[in-house]
């Protein structure tokens, strides 16, 4: 989620179909704009029902409550600033997401990476979601970890970002499809399959 703005946004699609998601009222961030979120789950298509959706970056949980309400079987939500925690935290017992499908993790998202992802989803991390702040190098090393270290579970990663990924060499992951949306873009990273995803 990057940081900047703030506001509300309605859940697009599924069970939690026209809900309102809080976010902090402070300009700490925004949420993903809703064309993007709805291209994204587009893409996904059926891949997020009963998949384990991690959401890097969370803020107040946009997208990853979005894969909740489409059907994901869990999602780790993962965000270190404290109010956007909070309203992520009332965002899912407004919703009434229970605890083992709505997962909390407040700490960095790139230490979670290199620490947490595997022991928390028990190496069953299907579909990572990410989209750090524009102005720090953060998408850059998310996708140079998965670059570099296999995760058996992972089928796809998705990263909102700005520039492009698409003349760079990789060893692990291939891009399935890059989309612009103005300054922005989301690159759809999947596994080698040599390397058993």
């Not at 140079?144 to 003349?167: I, P, Q, W, Y």
């Amino acid at each position: 989620m990057s940081r900047r703005g703030s506001g509300a946004i309605r859940i697009l699609a599924g069970d939690l179909c026209g809900r309102r998601l809080r976010y902090p009222r402070e300009r700490i961030m925004r949420p993903t704009m809703t064309k993007t979120r709805e291209s994204v789950f587009n893409s996904l298509h059926k891949r997020t029902k009963g998949a384990v959706f991690v959401d890097l970056f969370a803020a107040a949980g946009g997208m990853g409550i979005e894969a909740l309400s489409r059907g994901a079987s869990a999602v780790h939500f993962v965000e270190m600033h404290p109010d956007a925690v909070r309203c992520l935290r009332e965002n899912l017992s407004a919703l009434r997401v229970d605890a083992e499908r709505g997962v909390i993790h407040q700490c960095d998202a790139l230490a979670f990476l290199t620490g947490d992802l595997d022991a928390a989803t028990g190496g069953t991390a299907n579909i990572v979601w990410a989209d750090p702040p524009y102005d720090s190098d953060a998408a850059a090393l998310v996708v140079a970890h998965f670059d570099a270290t296999t995760h058996d579970g992972l089928r796809m990663l998705v990263v909102e970002h700005r520039g492009s990924f698409a003349n760079q060499d990789f060893l692990r992951l291939h891009i399935r499809r890059e989309k612009s949306f103005g300054d922005t873009t989301v690159t759809f990273f999947e596994p080698n399959r040599e390397d058993g995803a």
